[in-house]
């Protein structure tokens, strides 16, 4: 497959990062890793999401100060940034709107459409306006040598993001809607295909099968139209763990289980059992 033709993926992880260790980092760095190896998917970023203060977990931290510590432990990252959105609104959210606000945000930014599960992949995203008079992505007066790429469009997408909702404003409330979001002129060269997955530990996936914690509906959204990457725990049975949950079992194809050269599943670092930072 060429570069073109494979789908381009933005990690996203959700959870307290009560503290952000360097097991999480690592996981991005693997779920990447592997998912390059399998020659179907380009990782052009990753976001980390911490939860509001509202989660109700015993002992977390206040947000600004997980923030802090997320930020500088991806400070020199030039793929993984912090995104605040998460503690900025009133109220915890659930990890589909979580998704869904990403997908809802970066469409404004790009002027494009970012495909899922059940979009065609020769569903135009890159380079691609929505309409005639939308600000499209990228400007080049060259030739095709200086076409746009998905790693170009990461860099412009975190530029602008970072603008919106990457530095809190002096006001309580706020829209996340940059409507004036200059990304430059654009002429559409190619045809990627695009999509955010969730990323995650097998300890989350294993949270699926507990009755009445999830809703079915919201299971079947990041499972079904998302997609999950998981990087298990050591000794964590993922096959088993998908058997168990009939959303799970039925959306089998959209789960990437992460492993390593001996293909056994990775194992990652929760902040609950450690609490060594990545800065």
């Not at 980092?25 to 999401?49: D, Q």
């Not at 020769?122 to 400007?139: C, D, F, L």
């Not at 997609?227 to 079992?249: A, K």
Request: charged residues 20%; proline residues 5%.
């Amino acid at each position: 497959m060429t570069d073109n033709t494979k789908t381009h993926v933005i990690l996203l992880s959700c959870g307290s990062f009560n503290p952000i260790t360097k097991g999480h980092i690592h996981m991005f760095e693997k779920a990447r890793e592997y998912l390059h190896k399998t020659g179907k998917f380009i990782v052009i970023g990753g976001i980390i999401s911490p939860v509001h203060d509202s989660y109700g977990k015993p002992g977390l931290v206040p947000s600004r100060h997980r923030l802090t510590m997320c930020q500088l432990a991806v400070q020199s990252s030039d793929w993984i940034r912090v995104d605040p959105w998460e503690c900025y609104q009133d109220t915890w959210q659930t990890t589909c709107s979580v998704l869904e606000h990403h997908r809802d945000l970066m469409k404004r930014v790009t002027g494009c459409i970012l495909s899922n599960v059940n979009t065609p992949s020769t569903t135009p995203v890159i380079g691609q306006p929505q309409n005639e008079t939308q600000t499209a992505i990228y400007q080049n007066h060259n030739t095709m040598n200086n076409k746009p790429t998905a790693i170009k469009l990461w860099g412009k997408m975190s530029e602008s993001l970072g603008k919106i909702c990457c530095v809190r404003p002096h006001i309580d409330r706020f829209t996340f809607v940059d409507e004036n979001a200059n990304l430059g002129t654009a002429m559409r060269y190619e045809e990627i295909e695009l999509r955010i997955l969730l990323l995650c530990g097998s300890d989350l996936l294993e949270s699926f099968c507990i009755p009445g914690l999830w809703k079915d509906s919201d299971m079947e959204v990041i499972v079904g139209d998302f997609g999950i990457v998981v990087v298990p725990r050591d000794g964590v049975d993922t096959e088993r763990i998908m058997n168990h949950s009939s959303v799970l079992r039925k959306n089998k194809d959209n789960i990437t289980v992460v492993k390593d050269d001996a293909n056994h599943p990775m194992s990652i670092v929760s902040s609950t059992k450690s609490s060594g930072f990545s800065l």
